[in-house]
């Protein structure tokens, strides 16, 4: 079942084109990676397709058009994660996994049972159950990290957009998240996920995004995507490449000196 | 042992129980003592035996300053508590709109122009007027982004000019006598005040406490920044509009009676915020009812306190509020560093 269908989706910034005609589709029980350079657009197209910068084309959600969806039932479908998201108050973990289950409350209705359900597995599914009583400000980089995808995981929504959830977590935590993330994807929901891990995308996701300039470059399996061929082009660089217990993998190795794909 | 849920939802009642009760004890100590050399038993017994002339003190002088302290108070509260949640910058306060300046300046206009002593309701409504039009500036100002910075800017624009023009009114002031009005006026008082300033402001101040109580989710949502707060559904736009709206109600309804009184808004929520959870919606009750609580204890020192003239209360507020604004700039330093 397709989830979320993407057409040519354009997005400016201050006046500026940061992404062009991009199009995609997310089905039920997929993981896709968002990859491409700094500046390529990444950032900007998943806030798009959260419906949270305006942009043209068209986006469908099961569908629906986003923009006929109330808001309620917008952020029930929808489940977005900012990149190197902050806190502004310390919250408690638990209080702060609460608020996924706003989109699920009328405005003064307390939270029922369901919710309180939703927010345990949240907790225990991103393994910080034990921390549930301690303040936000407090916590280390990592559970910070899980915290906040804690709260994305609590909304129970099909379709979740995460923007780098790995970033600045050590290398047992990014493994850990990405086998959430697979979880939840396997859970039957459809989840894009912007990394910049060449490694956890290839392993861990069921198809790969290439974004260069705001431009879609290349989609489909890690093999394609991945080429040394797209790497030079979008990333500029070179990688060691290979294969271990039957999962390939992926290592940035060398800078491109050659110029022959830069502008001036 | 961690607490459960339902254990922060009890202490959140009992907090609201122990703030409800000290209102109700200051309110009757703010009818039972006064100037007079009376004891309060004495007052109440007094009062029960049917002493007219002490019977039109207490109501009609205490009652209507003992409830202006507590809607004012409540207003300053509750609005502050809630600007820091849009905000989400813990030394918001109501006058960083500009509000309270705009409608000192209509207060000052009043009075400059003679027009508070053809109709005692005419201050009143100026500052009102003065709150209004801050407001319509403040939100054409803000309107084309939405980042609390550039709200923040524009409350300084607004602020600032309505007190330059304020200060300009006191230089051209006709007279000593019209000058020290002014200031007087501005320096923030309940005294002389009546149970007439009480239903001009009332109105006003309910409407604005209803928008700025139905945003307490929101501002919860708020912690985790906008675009976040956003995905959970939350239209910033409608969210900020009932803050502001909210503010300019109550802190504008609040300084037509009362003149400015700062920094009530600043501490009763920082008072209540760490017993909370630091949760933005969970202190705008709570903020409401202690920052009644500080202004009718302010009131209350101010009238009891053995000075050679009436103290003004904004005078004792500042001076009780700038050592712990001062000890939050400290201790936000702390924490940034």
Redesign the interface.
């Known amino acids: 079942m397709i989830l979320l269908e993407a057409d040519r989706i354009g997005v400016a910034l201050a006046g500026r084109r940061v992404v062009h005609g991009v199009s995609l589709r997310a089905a039920a029980g997929q993981l896709l990676a968002l990859l491409g350079p700094n500046g390529a657009g990444k950032t900007t197209l998943l ?1 798009a397709l ?3 910068r305006p942009f043209h084309g068209s986006v469908r959600f099961q569908g629906r058009s986003l923009a006929s969806l109330s ?2 039932e ?3 479908a ?5 990149q190197g ?8 973990v ?3 996994v609460e ?2 289950r ?2 699920h ?1 009328a ?1 003064w209705q307390p939270p029922a049972a369901t919710d ?1 359900l939703a927010v345990e597995s949240a907790l225990q599914r991103a393994g910080i159950a034990e921390l ?2 301690r ?1 936000f ?1 407090t916590l280390s980089g990592g559970e910070r990290a899980r915290t ?1 995808l804690a ?1 994305v995981l609590a ?1 129970e929504a099909p379709l979740v957009l995460a923007d780098e959830p790995v970033a600045s977590l050590d290398p047992y935590h990014q493994l850990r998240v990405m086998e959430l993330l697979r979880d939840y994807a396997d859970g039957g929901a459809a989840v894009i996920v912007v990394l910049h891990d060449l490694t956890l995308a290839a392993r861990f996701c069921d198809e790969l995004l290439l974004l260069r300039e705001g431009v879609l470059v290349a989609r489909g399996s890690a093999e394609s995507v991945l080429s040394a061929h797209h790497l030079a082009g979008a990333y500029r660089v070179t990688a060691l490449r290979g294969e271990h217990e039957g999962q390939r993998y992926v290592l940035p190795w060398r800078r491109q000196t050659a110029k022959r794909d830069e502008s001036p | 042992m961690i607490p459960a849920p339902a254990d922060d939802i009890r202490r959140y009642r009992r907090i609201n129980a122990a703030l409800a009760a000290l209102l109700a004890g200051l309110t009757v100590a703010g009818l039972l003592l006064g100037s007079l050399p009376m004891s309060p038993w004495q007052t109440l017994a007094n009062l029960v035996g049917g002493d007219e002339r002490l019977a039109v003190i207490v109501l009609e002088i205490r009652l209507p300053r003992v409830l202006l302290s507590l809607l004012v108070g409540a207003s300053l509260g509750l609005s502050g508590a809630a600007l820091q949640g849009l905000l989400r910058n813990p030394l918001a306060e109501p006058g960083i709109l500009g509000v309270s300046a705009s409608a000192g300046l209509g207060a000052v206009l009043a009075l400059y122009f003679g027009l508070a002593q053809i109709a005692t309701w005419a201050l009143p409504v100026c500052a009102l007027l003065g709150a209004l039009l801050a407001t319509l500036i403040l939100a054409l100002l803000a309107a084309r982004d939405s980042s609390p910075l550039s709200l923040i800017l524009a409350g300084v624009a607004v602020s600032s000019l309505a007190v330059a023009l304020t200060s300009l009114a006191l230089n051209l002031a006709p007279n000593p006598l019209a000058l020290s009005e002014m200031v007087l006026w501005l320096l923030g008082s309940l005294r002389d005040r009546g149970l007439s300033d009480v239903a001009l402001a009332a109105p006003f101040m309910a409407v604005g406490w209803a928008l700025l109580l139905s945003a307490g989710r929101e501002l919860d949502a708020l912690t985790l920044g906008e675009d976040a707060a956003r995905s959970l559904g939350v239209g910033l736009g409608w969210l900020r509009t009932r803050v502001i709206g909210g503010t300019a109600l109550t802190v504008g309804a609040a300084t037509a009676v009362t003149g400015s009184v700062g920094f009530v808004g600043l501490i009763a929520p920082h008072l209540l915020r760490p017993w909370l959870g630091y949760q933005p919606g969970r202190v705008l009750l709570p903020g409401a009812l202690a920052g009644a609580a500080l202004l009718a204890a302010a009131d209350l020192a101010v009238r009891l306190l053995p000075t050679r003239q009436e103290l003004m209360l904004g005078v004792v507020t500042a001076l009780l509020g700038v050592p712990f604004f001062v000890h939050l700039l400290l201790r936000a330093r702390r924490t940034l560093s």
């Open positions: 806030a959260a419906g949270l808001r309620r917008k952020a029930r929808l489940a977005y994660l900012p998201q902050t806190v502004h108050w310390p919250l408690t638990r209080r702060l608020l996924g706003l989109p409350l405005p309180r549930a009583e303040p400000d906040l709260r909304v």
